[in-house]
């Protein structure tokens, strides 16, 4: 049964870092083809991709934000870390990871409200 | 970048037949693949590839993919299938991907 949960915290002040893990279990990120992505949902707004990282490490990044990301994977401890640096208030959403071994994601996360609030 | 444009909502009767479009440049072109997200869930993949189905999805949900449009479509709706839906699609050239606006079903 293939399973990904998020964690981190759930407020954060403008300006500050964000730190998501997405811990997984069903499935190896060291296997050929596999993925992990970040999704996010402002609240009432539509689901906007953020990031992927590959088995073999390669990265994408959604490219207006690519200079505030940064995704890695820890294979051993079958997590995958997203960061993102100097949030504001508009970045309030519901951050989910999720599972690709296709241009398709198979299985989320529950997701994580993350909210921007000083 | 590459845009996916969904209509903000659809309204269809219990047992009829709900189509819900995803239009965008050439979208015959791209695999298109739809999720359903009901209230405070995370999406669930409904149709892969244009029109692969899951396992566990019902047949009643099936999708198309030509010129400029996609669709979803299900079949003999019910109270269950009212949700929000996503088209998404992986935009190779640039390897990002990509979602459409949503379109929010409602069975009246």
């Known amino acids: 049964q293939i399973t990904l949960k998020e964690s981190g915290p759930t407020l954060v002040k403008p300006t500050q870092t964000l730190t998501l893990a997405c811990s997984f279990s069903g499935f190896s990120l060291s296997a050929s083809g596999v993925a992990v992505g970040w999704i996010r949902q402002p609240p009432g707004k539509a689901l906007e991709w953020l990031a992927l990282i590959y088995w073999d490490d390669e990265r994408r990044y959604r490219p207006s934000l690519k200079s505030r990301l940064t995704i890695t994977k820890d294979t051993s401890k079958n997590q995958v870390i997203l960061t993102m640096t100097n949030m504001d208030p508009a970045d309030t959403a519901t951050y989910f990871c999720a599972l690709t071994g296709d241009p398709w994601f198979d299985a989320w996360g529950q997701g994580i409200l993350v909210t921007v609030s000083s | ?73 299900i079949r003999g709706v019910e109270d269950g299938d009212e949700a929000d839906y996503y088209c998404q699609v992986w935009d190779t050239g640039r390897d990002y991907v990509v979602f459409g606006g949503g379109t929010k079903l409602t069975v009246l």
Not at chain 2, 9 to 24: D, E, I
Request: with cysteine; hydrophobic share 30%; net charge positive.
């Open chain 2, 1 to 73: 970048s590459y845009v996916l444009t969904q209509p903000p909502s659809v309204s269809v009767a219990p047992g009829q037949a709900a189509r819900l479009t995803c239009g965008g440049n050439n979208i015959g072109d791209y695999r298109v693949h739809w999720y359903q997200q009901k209230p405070g869930q995370a999406p669930v993949l409904v149709v892969y590839d244009d029109n692969g189905r899951p396992a566990g999805v019902p047949e009643r949900f099936s999708g198309s993919n030509s010129g400029k449009t996609a669709t979803l479509i």
